[in-house]
């Protein structure tokens, strides 16, 4: 078997649907991880839902129902999204499932000598899930939830014992041995570091916890803190309570590990969890990939300003590969993107409808109206056109390497363009030429190769209208790839 390629995404909180900001990281992950499976690894895609919060618990008292009931019903939803936005993920993961608690638990033991417990008082924001110190709140308020409450904490907890790996995780880090990206975020993560590293809690009283989570082994007053123990879902999930193949195959004897996360789980994941993990004497990731936030007409996305957006009402009016080709293209991977169904609506019409849909269908009507529906195969593509599939080949090449999603489909359309302006140019339609079809029909067939991660529902439509065998191409043109959509 090839190389194996481990890709997760952060897991999501449930006390609230799925909205577009974990769509993009979704989309993301699931371009990488189908790409990589195109280059011949073997490939784990996991995602999942994080369960365990207090968050979902006053989220389920304020509909009255019980938690239990709550993150069921929500994580369904979070699901879906694989049928919905045409996800290739391995696994989803609850954290409430008995392969993930077994798993958190045996990693609390096996972690043990980091971990001590002492009184503490703290400010705590149960939006993060995390205590803050004075100097991380603007106005006394957390800047990631300016309306929820800071609570004044004081209880007996458990804490682990980071500041043991500071300067390994600096070394770690500056050599990126432990990979961060991009750039900007590894100095991120630095300064950070450099500020001086302290031991953070990892338990919550059973009665601060409202008696849901992962208890703490050997002691029932205390339940795992919610980020200790999702930390652990990326090896949970792949069998860790167990020992079991696929953890050693995957994580243990792994090829490469990337952890995909958005800019605001940063530290967890980039200090806490490599702290944790070197603690338990386990394999480290290759690197963390980090994107920024969305937002909506320049504003965070939140339930309060009403300005949430339904992937699933996005996919029902555009389609799902309209959603994931504006997710791709519009959004650089690594700053913060801005969404409006205005923007959303003329990059459908200009590059979608217009775009590959216009050249995809000009093309394969010339060619049945001009030559029957079979192509005698030609000796060469037109050098025109054969160099701008190779470049575009080399671009999508150099992009994903990157990351750059918005780079490398800008580099595939950049070919739907010379295709376009080779029509104009040879104008088929007035001197009929087989390789002026060959070339074409190519070129479109190369466009669809080259769509399948990004695109894949699309990508196969445009492949069951070109059928090769030894000496034809049979053209049958299918109905409108991207037809057009009242406003």
């Excluded at 999942?48 to 389920?60: C, I, P, R, W, Y």
């Excluded at 391995?90 to 001590?116: C, M, N």
């Excluded at 269908?361 to 190779?390: C, H, Q, W, Y």
């Excluded at 150099?398 to 580099?411: D, N």
């Amino acid at each position: 078997m090839g190389k194996t390629f481990f890709i997760s995404t952060a897991i999501p909180y449930v006390n609230a649907k799925p909205h577009l900001g974990f769509a993009l990281e979704l989309v993301q992950a699931d371009i990488i991880a189908r790409y990589r499976r195109l280059q011949g690894d073997d490939v784990f895609f996991l995602t999942g839902t994080d369960e365990n919060a207090l968050k979902n618990v006053l989220a389920a008292e304020q509909e009255g129902i019980s938690t239990e009931e709550l993150v069921t019903r929500n994580a369904e939803m979070f699901k879906s999204l694989k049928k919905t936005l045409d996800l290739s993920w391995d696994d989803f993961v609850r954290t409430t499932e008995p392969r993930h608690r077994a798993g958190a638990q045996k990693f609390w033991l096996v972690a043990k000598k980091d971990i001590y417990k002492k009184s503490y008082r703290g400010l705590y924001c149960v939006g993060c899930e995390e205590f803050k110190t004075s100097k991380d709140l603007v106005n006394e308020h957390c800047p990631e939830h300016p309306n929820a409450p800071i609570e004044d904490i004081e209880e007996e907890n458990y804490f682990f014992r980071l500041t043991n790996y500071q300067k390994t995780l600096e070394e770690l880090i500056e050599s990126d041995r432990l990979r961060v990206v991009p750039e900007t975020r590894k100095n991120e993560v630095l300064s950070f570091i450099r500020e001086g590293l302290q031991d953070f809690s990892i338990s919550r009283s059973r009665e601060r916890a409202k008696n849901w989570g992962i208890l703490v082994p050997g002691d029932e007053t205390q339940i795992q803190y919610v980020w200790f123990d999702a930390l652990t879902n990326y090896i949970t999930a792949l069998g860790y309570a167990e020992n079991s193949d696929r953890f050693r195959r995957f994580w243990e004897g792994g090829s490469s590990i990337t952890h995909l996360i958005g800019k605001g789980v940063l530290r967890f994941h980039a200090i806490y969890w490599p702290a944790m993990l070197l603690s338990a004497g386990l394999k480290l990731p290759t690197q963390i990939v980090v994107h920024g936030y969305l937002t909506v007409g320049g504003q965070k996305i939140s339930k309060s300003l009403g300005n949430v957006i339904d992937p699933f009402e996005v996919v029902e009016k555009y389609g799902t590969d309209a959603l994931r080709y504006w997710l791709a293209r519009d959004v650089n991977p690594f700053e913060d993107g801005d969404f409006t169904w205005e923007k959303f609506a003329e990059r459908y019409e200009a590059d979608l409808a217009n775009g590959i849909g216009n050249f995809v269908s000009r093309v394969l009507t010339l060619a049945e109206r001009l030559n029957g529906t079979r192509i005698d195969f030609e000796k060469d593509v037109d050098p025109m056109l054969a160099g701008a599939v190779a470049r575009a080949q080399e671009a999508m090449t150099a992009k994903l390497a990157g990351y750059r999603f918005h780079e490398a489909l800008a580099a595939i359309w950049e070919l739907i363009g010379a295709g376009d302006r080779y029509v104009n140019e040879k104008k088929p339609w007035a001197v009929p030429d087989k390789k002026v079809l060959f070339s074409l029909v190519t070129v479109v067939d190369n466009v669809a190769a080259l769509l399948l991660p990004f695109l894949p529902g699309t990508s196969e439509k445009i492949t069951k209208q070109i059928a090769w065998s030894d000496h034809t191409i049979t053209v049958s043109r299918g109905p409108a790839l991207f037809p057009r959509i009242s406003s």
